[in-house]
Nanobody
Framework: QVQVAESGGGSVQVGGSLRLSCAVS????????IGWFRQAPGEQREGVAA???????FYIGSVKGRFTVSRDNTQKTVYVEMNNLQPEDTGMYFC????????????????????WGKGTQVTVSS
């Protein structure tokens, strides 16, 4: 059974940086898709970035140029480097796993993902 686990959240000041990790276990192949989602208090969960099985990436407009998704195949870990963090980036960040999305043109819908992590909190204060 595939499992994912996030780590790396924390509290930073405006303009600071964090790197979140998403560790994948229970999957034997190197090619997989990871979506990064966040949920602010009182808000719906939104997809912010994703990396496809072919290493294509997609970012929503508000994080483009500030967030970078990458993967370490040997560790089966996907990272999101988040720079110039703003208060609106505050929220619980989740990663989600899919073995059926290869090329990314947008953030895949929830139905494409079949393993979700428990989340890691990111708080950005001014």
């Amino acid at each position: 059974q595939v499992q994912v686990a996030e780590s790396g959240g924390g509290s930073v000041q405006v303009g600071g940086s964090l790197r979140l990790s998403c560790a994948v276990s229970g999957y034997r192949f190197k090619s997989f898709c990871i979506g990064w989602f966040r949920q602010a208090p009182g808000e719906q969960r939104e997809g912010v970035a994703a990396i496809g099985g072919d290493d294509s990436t997609f970012y929503i407009g508000s994080v483009k140029g500030r967030f970078t998704v990458s993967r370490d195949n040997t560790q089966k870990t996907v990272y999101v480097e988040m720079n110039n963090l703003q208060p609106e980036d505050t929220g619980m960040y989740f990663c989600a796993f899919s073995d059926s999305v290869n090329n990314i043109q947008n953030i895949p819908g929830d139905r494409w993902f079949h393993a979700w992590g428990k989340g890691t909190q990111v708080t950005v204060s001014s």
